[in-house]
């Protein structure tokens, strides 16, 4: 498939995960009467960060690179940096049933996850309306 851009995978898999992210949510909100719930949460951020400054040449990476000293050694496997996280969302008293689901968190966390889900729709639709444009125009020459 034909990439427009550098920056079209990463906008496309920070769409999955904000789609992953509204899910988690959504099952917060389920359960907010299940005896011993503890809301969920995706962190991606930090993974589509590393990923960017791989793409763009920025990388300022802190990891220290494994030595291979025969070529026979086989490639070091970071498992942790290939996807996303998901954690339990604490800090929250938890009601006399322990569960930990705050309402007001979850409706409030899923109306951002909303707002960027729609910021990254528009950008990718005004990213390949330029890119559709330059090559329509570039057919008049």
Known sequence: MFE???????????????SLR?????????NTSTPFYRPQ??????????EANKIFKNES?????LAQT?????????????????????GHLARNDGNSVDI????????????MYNALINASK?????FSYAMESSKNI
Do not use: C, W
Request: aromatic share 10%; hydrophobic share 30%.
């Open 4 to 18: 427009i851009s550098k920056a079209y995978g990463i906008v496309n898999k920070a769409l999955d995960y904000r």
């Open 22 to 30: 509204q899910d988690l949510i959504a099952s917060n909100i389920a």
């Open 41 to 50: 949460d995706l962190h991606f951020e930090t993974y589509l960060t590393k």
């Open 61 to 65: 990476s802190k990891v220290l690179p």
């Open 70 to 90: 025969d070529s026979k050694h086989l490639e070091p496997i970071d498992y942790h940096s290939n996807r996303p996280s998901i954690f339990y969302r604490d």
């Open 104 to 115: 007001d968190v979850e409706t409030s966390e899923m109306g951002k996850n909303g707002v």
């Open 126 to 130: 005004k990213h390949k309306g330029i």
